[in-house]
């Protein structure tokens, strides 16, 4: 037998970083059950407490009513509905670009969009923290591909030296396991000085980030001149399900005839994109949602810097806490489970060796009380992993 699959499995265990589901018997949000046990939970992407929001519930089920449940087809067959379009010209007018194109997922709007702006004789130059999908479409595309030192517009620009053909430089909005934010206006100058492409993943930003929770890109105040690929995932913030690329109408046009994850698809169903269209609203207009998470957010940063607990250079929703061994982090978040918290450890590969952390993730759903629940939490908890360490 050539698949030696038991050992492969085995080998991960022994090295702490076998992943398993925990269970959700609950919808999302702050006070969840899973397992069968009640836990308060900070690890969800649900960042403005909108994927059960009654409203946005209720636009799903109206949309079921009108289109009913499936897309049917892909786009360019008999998939695309009015719903979809009706989405597509919200989310254009939503980034100010003048198209934007929906996808089943983030990572297939990666996948669609690298693969088909750029392939062999083009170069790819990514953040070496990007997220796994911008890496696998990098590959995937066939063009030269190229990481460069996190956030780093000088390491940037030496790669962009030598690079040939169409290049498209890629890079997360916000960084998903650390929070920090890329620094766009430095790497957009680099990209147009070496007539590059740049392309952004705002899958954490949009929402939470920009007066209107128009992202990163709103937030440094850069159109598309500076950013000519805006991606933006809707299964986080958003709360439903589903991903855009906003851009010109040349870009658009493009992926709809070179995307192949575009192309070879079903399309989402349409009372998604209903609920989507009503979520965007409340995104956008319901600003105390944003307030209130910048409020939590800063009393978590406070609170865990006078326990002595590493954080990261973030003041978005993503706050983990460095902790480097994988098993200590598993650890960590076992003692929060024991005293009702559920907070998850990212381990390697999912973030570079030794720097296995627990990801703190905050909500607008999270109320100041569960925040200062989790903040003594971590405080005892903290005091016995030294202890037992030392
Ligand atoms: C979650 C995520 C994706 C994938 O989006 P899905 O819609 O969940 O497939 C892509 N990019 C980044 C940066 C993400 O965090």
Known sequence: MSFDLSARLAARRADNLYRQRPLLESPQG??????????????????????????????????????????????????????HHVLEEALAEFTGRPRALLFSNGYMANLGAVTA???????????????????????????RFSRYLHNDAVSL????????????????GVFSMDGDLADLPALALEAKAKGAWLMVDDAHGFGPLGANGGG????????MDDVPVLVGTLGKAFGTSGAFVAGSEELIESLIQ?????????????ALACA???????????????????????QFRRGAEQIGLQLMDSFTPIQPIMIGDSGRAIRLSQMLRERGLLVTAIRPPTVPAGSARLRVTLSAAHTEAQVQLLLSALDDCWRTLERDHA
């Open 276 to 298: 989507t269209l009503k979520s965007l609203e409340l995104l956008r207009t319901e600003h105390w949602r944003r307030e209130h998470l910048n409020t939590l957010i800063g």
């Open 30 to 83: 702050p006070l969840v059950v899973v397992d069968g046990q009640p836990l308060l939970a900070f690890c969800n992407n649900d960042y403005l407490g909108l994927a059960n929001h009654p409203q946005v519930i209720e636009a799903w089920q109206a949309g079921a009513s009108r289109w009913g449940v499936g897309g049917g087809a892909s786009h360019l067959v008999i998939g695309h509905s009015t719903a």
């Open 258 to 270: 070179f995307a192949r994850p575009y192309i070879y698809t079903t399309s989402q169903p349409p």
């Open 216 to 223: 990163i890109a709103e937030h440094f105040g850069l159109g």
């Open 117 to 143: 702006l750029v392939g062999q004789g083009d170069t790819v130059l990514e953040d070496r923290l990007n997220h796994a999908s911008l890496l696998d479409a990098g590959l995937l595309s066939g063009a």
């Open 157 to 172: 620009a030496k790669r962009l030296e030598k690079a040939c053909g169409n290049t498209l430089v890629v890079t997360d």
